[in-house]
């Protein structure tokens, strides 16, 4: 072998070497290749309810992008092809946009883009929570939600007042042109610009259209006007209850009411009488069966609200001045976006509602208006029998009829679809049947009608009212407004004072619609509805004041029967304010806002004083009496008092009812406190009190000393927590929109006190949602607060910065800009809008 | 130097990549591993470059976004994570992960490169 030989072997061995070792050394290549795509692969994907982590955290796509540096510059010059002219943005250092468009479609365009940039999050989400689709968004979690949007036919409902907007030209030119803006915004949103709630829950927005706007004003109709009946519940009190007790528990008309049109009003004859029908008796009062169904998301019985205004004679100016603040359930962001509306016809200022345009409560240059729920029962129950288990046909009228059936498809985070038939009948679609039962074990099948599903445009209501000059104009405009029923309350330049409650409502024979209806026929149907100039209504009266406050609208000379979920105590107390009241200013009016007066337990507080055995009590309940007898009645945030009280009455109104109530499931309603409290104060003897699961005959004297004594161990409890005072104990939170799934976005433990049957209405998470004051003075003189911020970026500093304003009572002075004020000072920033690509 | 100037390159190409696409934000991945084919060093200074690198280009910008937002969201993101509504924790947190990544990326690079030479 020679060298070279050598030399040839070796070289062979090291490439043969290198042959096998080159993978070698490919595998720690290898090995942090895979970790690294690995990283990046869980980094990117959604782990429960984790969102993909590295673009969540990367600070120029995730999270961080969303935190809006505190000297953000709003300046902007925008351009779309959908815009007719110029329009230009003037923001004002609380970032109330002041729009002045050269036409309406601009106006509505630009109302559009502006919700769309800062609440893009709470109308998507809203909307498709109207239309059955959350578990989209929530998963499996929120599917019998779902199930229950579309069986009580929401998108229904949306559709069929879509039909109705599209069908006026004018009418759709305008909800067109907010679409388009909002669509505008949409479009040109870059991924890293999604709001933050995007990016935790990982999806994307969807585009807009009229039935989306639809299904936000229906999303209002049922927080509005489905909750204010109780039809299923009633027909379980109508199981164990007599018709005599059932007038006693549940009384149309409470002997303390002081309703919105004022007493001693003469109504006209009633335009129809409807009539009840012969099987009544028999199949209707006289049928004690259960039902077992039970809405899942019943809305607040609190969703109420405030509103009242004063003639020139009782303000010091001379002037009327209007006041409003709805009640609804509290969140961040805010259900209102303040802004002022302008164009060469029309100047509006108030709130809108994002998802919808037009202003919802405000004013212009020569009214102002104002709505509080009508609280009024539209929507009633009726029993389908169906053919066999297809749901393809039901008896009606002595015939087979087709069903409509609609199949309904629900997506689902992270689950497979689930699907739904719901068949609608001639009343409407059946809610509850044999698949939707919520689990409970008598399937009764159950159709409702509601009138939210009428076709009908609420939105030109607002439209016009936008543009109202004058009592007339505000007539007209409010006529064709048909759910949720309001109190639409008005004042004028001119010096008019009005109010109207204002909705389509039906014609109903004494308690037809108080229980679930048979639906065999068409003679428990509706049969009318209430001509709409006898809606209860009043202008300019004598006392020169007008209130609402949802109690029932008229006394019991009202020619027709009205059930509805009113609440009464609010408008004794505002209405003991007014009349008493002089030379009123805005101040005053403020001053009321805020009021804490109990007016309930002015009543019912000398109803617990007198029955209670304090020689019974042990020494904590008798500390507990001592503090609530030296109570002022006010439920101040630090009032230890209200706190007592509220859960003395809340034992006791357990102690009497419960025993009764729960003799059926689901159970049936508690009657309003206002009844109890006045059934007790009339017959202290009263056969409810005794509880029947008990040998020994309970008095009254026994059932008001051991709810103190019982009361008293969850009072004890709280008092160790440092939680007696009222605000402590009730914690006033503004929760974000996701609620729970987000308590690091809410407002929690504000120092407000109040509550639901208080004039200053905040119970934990519920209340005055906007208040506003509007003096129609010359220069019209306006303030409003809401507890929420202009923003819906948790990451802005406009996010919750009215919060604590709105906490002290205090209130913004609105600026109601004019054309000579766009170089003012209060301009801080100015967005420039052109028609172009 | 090589070690400096790695860290500089990471950085920078990291933050232009992510000026590049609103949505792909891990760009960064592929320009750390291009840094660690061109400044050749060994895998575990290569790795620690990555890292350092994206540590403070990604808790950098954190830290300036978080300032110029007076650490509103910060706050309450750093409660939904949770750290306690630590907002300095959660800053750190955003470096390290860019970091982890950068610096599996720039290991690999430097493991290509030693693997095709010789």
């Known amino acids: ?837 | 130097m090589k070690f400096i100037t790695a860290i500089i390159l990471t950085a920078l190409l990291a933050f232009i990549s992510g000026l590049l696409s609103f949505s792909l934000w891990w760009g960064f991945a592929i320009t750390s591993l291009l840094v660690a084919l061109l400044v050749h060093q060994k895998a575990g200074k290569a790795f620690l470059s990555g890292f350092l690198g994206l540590l403070l280009l990604w808790g950098g910008l954190a830290w300036w976004i978080d300032m110029q937002n007076s650490g509103v969201l910060s706050a309450r993101i750093a409660s939904v994570l949770p750290l306690g509504g630590n907002n300095m924790l959660l800053i750190l947190v955003t470096g390290v992960v860019g970091g982890l990544v950068a610096g599996f990326a720039a290991m690999s690079g430097s493991y290509l490169r030693s693997s095709s030479k010789d």
């Not at chain 1, 962001?333 to 303040?338: G, R, V």
């Not at chain 1, 149907?525 to 001509?531: A, D, E, K, L, R």
């Not at chain 1, 617990?608 to 309940?621: P, R, T, W």
């Open chain 1, 1 to 837: 072998m020679t060298v070279n030989d050598l030399k040839k072997k070796l070289l062979h061995l090291s490439l043969s070497f290198e042959f096998i070792f080159l993978p070698m050394r490919i595998v720690p290549f290898a090995v942090s290749a895979v970790v690294s795509a690995g990283l990046i692969f869980a980094l990117n994907k959604q782990w429960g309810a984790i969102p993909p982590m590295g673009k969540f955290l990367s600070p120029q796509h995730g999270f961080w992008q969303n935190a809006e540096p505190s000297n953000q510059d709003f300046d902007a010059q925008l351009s779309f092809p959908d815009l007719k002219g110029k329009a230009e943005v003037y923001f004002d250092e609380r970032l109330v946009p002041h729009v002045f468009a050269e036409n309406e479609e601009d106006l509505y365009f630009i109302q559009g883009y502006l919700h769309a940039k800062f609440r893009l999050f709470q109308i998507d989400l809203q909307t498709k929570a109207a239309a059955g689709r959350a578990s989209e968004i929530a998963g499996p979690k929120a599917v019998d939600y779902d199930k229950e949007q579309r069986r009580l036919g929401m998108v229904f409902a949306a559709e069929n007042a879509m039909k109705e907007i599209e069908k006026d030209q004018a009418s759709k030119k305008l909800f067109d042109a907010y679409t388009n803006g909002i669509n505008a915004y949409i479009g040109n949103l870059k991924e890293s610009e999604l709001p933050v709630e995007y990016k935790l829950l990982n999806f994307k927005p969807e585009k807009w259209s009229n039935l989306r706007t639809a299904l936000l004003l229906k999303m209002m109709a049922k927080m509005l006007s489905s909750g204010t009946e109780n039809d299923l519940a009633n027909t379980n009190a109508k199981a164990i209850f007599l018709p005599d007790e059932l007038k006693k528990l549940y009384p149309q008309v409470h002997d303390s009411l002081v309703p919105i049109v004022p007493r001693g009003t003469v109504f006209e004859k009633p335009g129809i009488v409807p009539i009840q029908p012969l099987s009544a008796d028999s199949l209707y009062f006289g049928k004690r069966d259960t039902v077992t169904a039970k809405e899942i998301s019943k809305p607040d019985i609190n969703n109420g609200s405030n509103n009242w205004v004063v003639a020139g004679s009782k303000t010091q100016s001379g002037a009327p001045i209007l006041c409003n603040d709805p009640h609804l359930e509290l969140s961040l962001p805010s259900i209102w976006y303040e802004m002022q509306l302008q164009t060469p016809t029309s100047n509006t200022y108030g709130v809108s509602l994002p998802g919808a345009p037009f202003i919802i409560i405000g004013f212009n240059d020569s009214i102002a208006w104002g709505v509080t729920n009508a609280q009024r029962d539209v929507k009633d129950y009726y029993e389908i029998k169906f053919k066999d288990k297809t749901k393809q046909e039901y008896w009606f009228n002595g015939y087979w009829e087709k069903t409509i059936l609609k199949e309904e498809v629900i997506k689902v985070k992270g689950g497979a679809d689930v699907k739904d038939t719901v068949a609608y009948t001639i009343f409407g679609p059946v809610m509850f049947d044999e698949s939707f039962s919520n689990n409970l074990s008598n399937k009764r099948n159950l159709a409702v009608r509601w009138v939210a599903h009428d076709p009908s445009n609420e939105g030109m209501t607002f439209y016009k009212l936008n543009r109202a000059k004058n009592y007339d104009d505000y007539a007209s405009a409010i006529q064709t407004f048909q759910c949720p029923g309001q109190n639409f309350v008005f004042a004028s330049k001119g010096g008019d004072i009005a109010i109207w409650q204002q909705g389509k409502f039906p014609a109903r024979w004494d308690r037809q619609g108080l229980y679930v209806m048979p639906g065999e026929d068409s003679s428990y149907m509706w049969q009318g509805f209430i001509p709409q100039p006898e809606n209860p209504h009043a202008k300019n009266p004598e006392r020169g004041f007008l209130e609402s406050t949802n109690q029932r609208p008229a006394d019991s000379t009202y020619p027709y029967f009205i059930p509805g979920s009113y609440i009464t105590p609010r408008g004794i107390a505002v209405e003991k304010y007014l009349s008493g009241m002089t030379g009123i200013t805005p101040k005053d009016m403020m001053t009321l806002h805020g009021n804490y007066f109990n007016t309930l337990a002015e009543d019912a507080l000398p109803l617990l004083l007198k029955y209670v055995q304090v020689e019974k009590l042990d020494a904590k309940a008798k500390g507990y009496l001592d503090i609530v007898r030296n109570w002022n009645l006010m439920a101040s945030p630090d009032s230890k008092g209200q706190t007592i009280y509220q859960c003395w009455w809340d034992s006791l109104e357990m102690g009497i009812w419960k025993d009764e109530l729960t003799k059926v499931e689901p159970q049936a309603p508690w009657p309003e406190e206002q009844t109890t409290m006045e059934l007790l104060k009339k017959d202290s003897a009263l056969s409810f009190i005794d509880n029947i699961n008990t040998a020994e005959k309970e008095t009254l004297f026994d059932v008001v000393t051991t709810a103190l004594q019982k009361a008293t161990a969850d009072l004890a409890k709280k008092e160790a927590e440092g939680k007696l005072e009222w605000a402590k104990f009730k914690n006033p939170t503004v929760y974000h929109l996701l609620k729970d799934a987000l308590p690091a976005f809410a407002r929690k433990g504000l120092n407000v006190g109040g509550n639901g049957n208080i004039i200053n209405a905040v119970t934990h998470s519920h209340g005055p949602s906007w208040r506003m004051i509007v003096h129609l003075t010359n220069q019209t003189e306006a303030y409003g607060v809401y507890p929420g911020g202009q923003s819906g970026n948790p990451g802005s500093r406009f996010y919750d910065d009215y919060v604590d304003k709105w906490v002290e009572g205090q209130y913004h002075k609105l600026w109601f800009m004019r054309e000579g004020d766009k170089t003012d000072k209060n301009v801080k920033w100015i967005m420039k809008f052109n028609k172009g690509n």
